[in-house]
């Protein structure tokens, strides 16, 4: 069993639109979530933390359940911009170079 | 500033030779690490570096071996090239090597292409 998973998707909708992604991680112990979002062959950049009281960031809210292990991004009115893969990635304690990616999530936004 | 920066972008090798890839952390940050990114899947952690010490391997080969210099700057060697070892080297840097919450900060890769 892969330590974080994902559906890798694509997920294609219209702009506008609004889309959940879900992530789940195999680790009880793992201590810090984030959501990361890659352009086509570049590099991943982070998009934002995770917290368990849950956090937004404009259009972007995140969501963490620690009992079912299970984290969530909701993006709402899509834009065309939005379209990326979206890599949710988990660390352990005292591990912060040592990220655990899932596999990704593909969204395209179209007009 | 300069962020990270990793040279080569781009590289083409043949079964069996050996590969350099180098990267340099964003001024002041002491530690690096390395990911191997084949397509469609994610990163997945190879070594980190912080203050020329490994303070973490991933689950890879023996062929994949790497080193941090006094500037901080590292490589990432593999030897004995397969095919599967084509994907895109991603190096990170951050201020220190522990913290759960630490910021990495990717530089663009080198995309490796064995045939």
């Known amino acids: 069993r892969k330590e974080v998973e994902q559906d890798p998707g694509p997920f294609n909708v219209p702009e506008g639109a609004t889309v959940a992604f879900n992530c789940t991680y195999s680790?009880?112990?793992?201590?810090?979530f984030f959501w990361y979002r890659q352009d086509c062959r570049k590099e991943p950049k982070l998009l934002m933390s995770v917290y368990s009281s849950g956090n937004e960031d404009g259009r972007f809210t995140a969501q963490l359940n620690r009992a079912s292990q299970y984290i969530s991004l909701l993006i709402r009115d899509s834009k065309l911009s939005d379209s990326a893969t979206y890599l949710c990635?988990?660390?352990?304690?005292?591990?912060?170079?040592?990220?655990?990616f899932g596999q990704g999530t593909e969204l395209s936004v179209k007009p | 500033d300069a962020g990270v920066t990793q040279s080569p972008t781009h590289l083409i090798k043949t079964r069996g030779q050996h590969v350099t890839l180098r990267c340099s952390p964003i001024?002041?940050?002491?530690?690096v690490s390395w990911y191997q990114q084949v397509l469609g899947q994610g990163p997945q952690f190879i070594f980190q570096y912080y203050e020329k010490e490994e303070r973490g391997r991933g689950n890879f080969p023996d062929r994949f071996s790497a080193r941090q210099f006094p500037n901080y700057s590292s490589e990432l060697n593999v030897n004995a090239l397969l095919l599967g070892d084509s994907a895109l080297y991603l190096c990170?840097?951050?201020?220190?090597?522990?913290?759960?919450?630490?910021?990495?900060?990717f530089g663009s890769g080198t995309q490796l292409s064995v045939l």
């Open positions: 990170a840097s951050s201020l220190t090597a522990g913290a759960t919450n630490e910021k990495l900060f």
């Open positions: 680790n009880s112990a793992s201590q810090s």
């Open positions: 990635v988990v660390n352990m304690l005292n591990q912060g170079g040592k990220l655990i």
């Open positions: 001024s002041g940050h002491k530690s």
